[in-house]
């Protein structure tokens, strides 16, 4: 099954969503759609998390450059975290919370949304771009 399949079937699926979180994981999911030379993969975990991974075509050394989970412990009010390798993005506002060793054994920068909040979701895009951009170049 295609990637674009999983997530097309993932989202017919998503009925409830109290916390307006399907639309900005649809966001998310185009912008990094559109990014050249990005690929996406999509790990289906339910009752634990709908994870989408964006990688670059020339990342060598690391899976992925952004994780987008939809957190799915209760599947009738889910909500994202998005996270990036702590050396890949940077964080003007201190929005998001550092975890060591939190991506793929990586130390990571997590934003979490609750809500659907514009400017909390123009914030994160503008992490995805910084993170594409190192993406590309870094390895």
């Not at 994981?25 to 050249?36: G, N, T």
């Not at 975990?45 to 987008?68: C, D, H, T, W």
């Not at 919370?97 to 054994?105: I, S, T």
Request: glycine share 6%.
């Amino acid at each position: 099954m295609s990637v674009d399949t999983e997530i097309k079937d993932f989202l017919d699926s998503w009925q409830q969503d109290p916390l307006q979180a399907k639309p900005v994981f649809v966001s998310f999911e185009e912008y990094l759609a559109k990014q050249p030379g990005v690929n996406l993969d999509f790990k289906a975990r339910p009752g634990i998390s709908y994870s989408l991974r964006a990688k670059n075509a020339a990342q060598k050394n690391r899976e992925l450059f952004v994780l987008v989970d939809v957190v799915d412990d209760d599947p009738g009010n889910r909500w994202l975290s998005v996270c990036f390798y702590a050396d890949m993005v940077t964080d003007p506002e201190e929005n998001g919370d550092f975890v060591p060793g939190g991506l793929l054994g990586e130390d990571a920068i997590c934003f979490n949304l609750d809500e659907d909040d514009p400017q909390t979701r123009d914030y994160i895009t503008k992490r995805i771009h910084e993170a594409a951009k190192n993406a590309a170049e870094q390895e």
